[in-house]
Structure formats: C-alpha cells, structure tokens
C-alpha cells in the first residue's frame, strides 16, 4: 500500500513520523526521570511536623512517637500522589497534543518542501512525455546550480538526443530504402504491362507476366506496408478532429467489392465516434481490419464494423467469421510477418496487417485486443483515447448499414 502512495505523500509522512518518534523517545525519556525524583527525593516537612518532631525528646512516649513519624511518612506519600495526579498527568496530556501539533506541522513543512523539491522533476516528466508524444523538443537543463537534478536532466537529455537521432535515422532509411525499391517496381509493373498488352503476346508469356505482375504487386504492398509501420512508429503527426465512424464507413464502402467476389457479408453498427487522429494513418487502421476480416474468412461468411465512446475512449470493432483461433495464438498475430490460416482471398499479404494496427494505435495513445469467438472467427478491438471534453455515447448517427 505505501509503494502506492506518491514521493510528497510518503515525504510528508517520514517527517511527521520522525518528529512524533523523537518527541515520544523524549518525553518517555523525560517522564521516567520525573518519576524516578519524584519517588526517591525525600519530601521537605510542612512547619507543623518539623515543630511536632522538634518536641519529641528521650522521655517522648514510643508510641505516639511512631504514629506521628507513621503520620508524616502518610502525608508525604499524599503529597507525592497529589503531584503527579495534578502537575505530571496535566504535563503529559499538554505534552502530548504538542507533540500531535508539531508532528502535524513537520508533516504539512515535509509536503511544502517536497513540493518545491519535486516541481523540477514533475517539469522534466511533462516535458519528456511531450517529447515522446512528438511534441516539440524542447530542452530539459534549465538554469540553477550544478546539482544532482542538472546531472540528471542533463543525462536525460543526453538520452533523448541520442534516442531522437537513432529514430530519425530510421525513418530516413525507411523512407529513402522504400523509395529506392518502389521505383524499380513501378518500372517492372509498367515494363510488365506494355509487354501484356501487346497483341502478339504468346499464352506462356501472358501466364508468366500475369505471375510477375502478382509478385510486383505484392511486393509494393510489402514496402507500402514497411513504410506505413515506420511512420506509426515514428508517430510525428499532428493530429486533426475527426470521426473513426465516417472513416469506418468509407472503409467499408471500398471493401465491399473485395467482399461480394468472396461472398462475405458486411454489416455495420457506426455511432459517432469523434477523436484527434491522423486520418491517413486510422484509415489505414481500420483498412487493414476490414480487409483481415474479409481474407481470413469463410465462404458466405460475414464481418461487422462497429463504433462506439464512452466518457473516455473511442472504440472500433471488427468482428468476423472464419476458422477457429487458438487463444495463446492472438499475441502472435500482432507480430510482423505474422499471418492467420485460411483465405477466403487469393490475394497475398504482406504479414503486417495486425502489426500496422497496434502500431498505429499505441502511436494515437491507445491499445488493440483480440479475442477469438466461439463458433470461430476473430474480434479485435482498438480503444482510443477520447478527445478532452467528449461526450460518451448517445446514440446519434447509428448506421447499420
């Protein structure tokens, strides 16, 4: 439980309970003294009985000597008694609520100071977070005294050039190697189809282009589908206000031919579903889901594309029939070059559908999810943050189309 609790809380609390131990240790040490003086320090006689012991002499009866000294002896321990009820009980109590009193102020001074202690580190988490966001890369070394919080920022930011440049370099090798590969394929596809479309073309050459123009395609899709991975994951982006439920339905108007050829029914359950996104990139999400659901199907099967928010997410669904998914199977068909058994399409893929999608969600603050369905088939659902004063479902633009 106190792991959970935050550094000012747990600051806040080591300075009250220091300042209570110590007062305790002292006044315990403080009490036990008092009482050790107060039950072995000889009490002074009042006048009387000095007077009354003065009188007694040799010929004083032994008895009424003994009485008076057992008398004397009575009214001193009264004495010690009635002290420590009125003046070492009062001290305690008054003690005591000091003590509560001061621990409470150590406690409040410990939450005071740790919120000036910290403020430097809450700054340096906020600015990280927006760097790693894609936001601007401001710096994180702010002036002040060469102490251990500039050695730390200054680590940081040590880290974070590096970590910047390692995935620049990245992106512009993708970039420039996706580039430097698609254009040789476009001239092979192009080279390819003049070729075809000559009218003395023999049978064996029409076969063969056919072949190579299928592979071409296929390996434009792989790069196309490299380039679009990169690019979620480099997440430099600014995002836009957009509806996933009029993206949804773009999407599966397209799809809709794909699926007649194949027989794969489509319906669809679309309630508003605005958020900040890039629309290339959640297009390209909720493409590949459809068309998942479509090729790893089953004849006169069926896909349903849902929408719906809550308070605080944006939900897409893409359910569809097809064959049975182990459940220790769906961590591994978000992998890249990872593909489902059984096509309902002849088209091939790339092995990058499902990794595009939970790429592309994590880059829009979100998760993706799978869970295969009793009668076989896939449900995969992505939860997307709502935008800052969304509203949750209220059952405006259905489309069940």
């Known amino acids: 439980m106190i792991r959970r609790w935050s550094v000012r809380v747990r600051i806040a609390l080591i300075c009250g309970g220091a300042i209570a131990a110590v007062g305790v240790a002292v006044l315990a040490l403080t009490f036990l003294l008092l009482h050790h003086v107060i039950t072995t320090e000889p009490v002074d006689l009042v006048p009387s009985q000095r007077q009354a012991l003065e009188h007694l002499g040799p010929s004083s009866d032994p008895a009424q000597a003994a009485a008076l000294k057992t008398q004397i002896n009575r009214d001193q321990e009264e004495l010690r008694t009635t002290f420590h009820e009125r003046t070492v009980n009062a001290l305690a109590r008054d003690s005591l609520l000091t003590l509560a009193l001061l621990s409470v102020a150590a406690a409040g001074t410990g939450w005071v100071a740790s919120v000036r202690v910290l403020a430097p580190f809450a700054r340096i988490t906020r600015t990280v977070q927006r760097r790693a966001r894609g936001g601007p890369r401001e710096r994180l070394v702010t002036a002040g005294p060469p102490d251990e919080l500039r050695d730390l920022a200054e680590t940081l ?43 003395e073309a023999s049978p064996e050459l029409t076969q063969l282009g056919g072949t190579l123009l299928e592979v071409n395609a296929r390996h434009e899709r792989l790069i196309d589908g ?54 290339v990139l959640l297009e390209r999400l909720t493409l590949n889901l459809v068309q998942n659901a479509i090729r790893h199907n089953r004849p006169e099967g069926w896909a349903k594309v849902s929408t719906t928010t809550t308070s605080e997410t944006v939900v897409l669904i893409v359910e569809n029939s097809g064959p049975e998914v182990a459940e220790y199977e769906i961590p591994g068909l978000f992998e890249p070059f990872r593909q489902q058994e059984g096509r309902t399409s002849s088209v091939a893929g790339s092995g990058l559908g499902l990794s595009i999608v939970r790429s592309v969600a994590r880059a829009h603050g979100g998760e993706v999810s799978g869970v295969p369905l009793p009668a076989g088939g896939l449900r995969v659902q992505v939860v997307l943050p709502a935008p800052v004063g969304g509203h949750a479902d209220d059952g405006r633009g259905r489309d069940d189309g």
């Not at 880290?159 to 580039?179: C, I, K, M, P, T």
């Not at 836009?240 to 319906?267: P, S």
């Open 157 to 199: 930011e040590d880290l974070l050039a590096r970590l910047d440049a390692a995935v620049e370099g990245q992106w512009r090798f993708v970039a420039n190697a996706s580039h430097e590969l698609k254009t040789p394929l476009a001239i092979n596809r192009t080279l390819l189809e003049v070729a075809l479309g000559r009218p």
């Open 226 to 279: 490299l380039l679009t991975l990169a690019r979620s994951e480099h997440a430099a982006f600014r995002p836009v206000a957009l509806d996933l439920a009029d993206v949804a339905r773009r999407v599966t108007d397209q799809a809709r031919a794909e699926a007649g050829r194949v027989g794969v029914r489509i319906t669809r359950d679309l309630v508003a579903a605005p958020l900040l996104g890039d629309p």
